[in-house]
């Protein structure tokens, strides 16, 4: 995959003419793909644990190709999944899964757990996960397993040339500082310095990712979280819950300012900063816009806003997921997740900056031959 020679050449002028993206072979010309994070990237690590943050069983799966639950917390495809698909690739596999040796290697892994948030403490409820440290050890882990795969040199060109996703903080203030009242983390940091925190400990991973290796990293902040169906079962009138939404405001900004930082020691570009607070915005003031009929109610759960608790087999599931923005209180249906994808990949700086993800796969693919 990683020396393709002449025709690799031509097809690559012939896309660019076209402007669009086509791989002639998968498996041979896709560049590897490496997923770190929390419940929205998760593919399924968390099957593989003592989790109570799971999406295993029915109805989540519902509209997966293979109609089945498969830790993906969707109903359908998740940004991983559609990210994979404009790479041509197949999608990633969980780190854990027993499938994932020899050539399956190639394709990069998903080391991405629910629960987990920047910080250790963060999803401590869900009893087991795979904290960030953690799921670094296993990058640590996977690059040893696929030098005995392919050598050494090759192995260090895949992980070098690889795409890397990375979502995390949201739980951080859903499942740690707003948890309940009277939190630790809410008793030791007022909210701007609790984020200054945040900020800092988020920039330790993404160097650590750097020193491992990952030279093209696409980095989402928060949406907002005050929105969701969850928070917006449990506020009075219905609105969005403030401190959630304090929060995403303070968070995504510095993330990006953050993201600039390293990109001026690293190089521009090394780190993309997704904005997914504006995206779901979008969703939220004007849904009929986007093709939804609501981005207040979630298609499965139950209670108001049908927000509460989680979406199980009991749980009232919507006829047409393509209206929904939510499928459960907090994740995303598989139509929104395509348009966000859409927006990381095509849109403006307002959306995606330094460069967008179309742009950046142009740019590397190029590189690479
Ligand atoms: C999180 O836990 C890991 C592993 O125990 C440790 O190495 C790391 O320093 C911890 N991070 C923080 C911020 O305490």
Not at 206 to 223: C, F, K
Request: with cysteine.
């Amino acid at each position: 995959m990683a020396n393709s020679s002449s025709p690799g050449c031509v097809l690559l002028a012939a896309t660019m003419a076209l402007g669009v993206v086509l791989l002639a072979s998968p498996a041979e010309s896709a560049r590897a793909f490496f997923v770190f994070g929390d419940s929205l990237v998760d593919n399924g690590n968390n099957n593989y644990l003592m989790s109570t943050a799971r999406a295993d069983s029915p109805p989540y799966g519902i509209d997966y190709p293979t109609h089945q639950a498969t830790g993906r917390f969707s109903n359908g495809l998740n940004i991983p999944d559609i990210i994979s698909e404009h790479l041509g690739a197949e999608p990633t596999l969980p780190y854990l899964s027993p499938e994932l040796h020899g050539e399956k290697l190639l394709v990069g892994a998903n080391f991405a757990s629910a629960g987990v948030g920047i910080l250790n403490d963060t999803g401590i409820q869900f009893i087991e996960m795979v904290r960030m440290s953690r799921q670094l050890q296993y990058f640590h882990e996977y690059q040893g397993k696929l030098r005995a795969v392919v050598g050494a040199s090759q192995a260090t060109q895949i992980v070098s040339r690889a795409l890397v996703l990375i979502t995390l903080g949201g739980n951080d203030f859903v499942n740690n500082y707003f948890f309940m009242p009277f939190s630790l983390r809410s008793l030791q940091f007022s909210l701007p310095n609790y984020v200054r925190y945040l900020i800092s400990e988020y920039k330790k991973i993404l160097v650590r990712l750097y020193d491992m290796g990952a030279r093209r990293v696409l980095v989402t902040g928060t949406g907002p979280l005050g929105c969701a169906p969850a928070q917006l079962a449990r506020s009075r009138g219905g609105e969005c819950d403030a401190g959630l939404m304090r929060a995403a405001e303070l968070f995504n900004p510095q993330l990006s300012r953050a993201l600039q930082e390293l990109n001026a020691r690293y190089g521009s570009g090394t780190f993309i900063a997704a904005n997914t607070f504006r995206i779901h915005f979008d969703f939220i003031s004007d849904p009929a816009a986007y093709g939804f009929q609501t981005a207040t109610e979630a298609c499965c759960g139950q209670g108001p806003h049908n927000g509460i608790g989680l979406c199980t087999a009991l749980s009232n599931v919507c006829t047409d997921r393509d209206q929904y923005v939510f499928w459960d209180a907090y994740h995303p249906t598989e139509r929104a997740n395509r348009i966000i994808v859409s927006q990381f990949m095509t849109g403006s700086l307002d959306y995606i900056s330094p460069l967008n993800l179309g742009t950046a796969l142009h740019i590397d693919a190029a590189l690479m031959d």
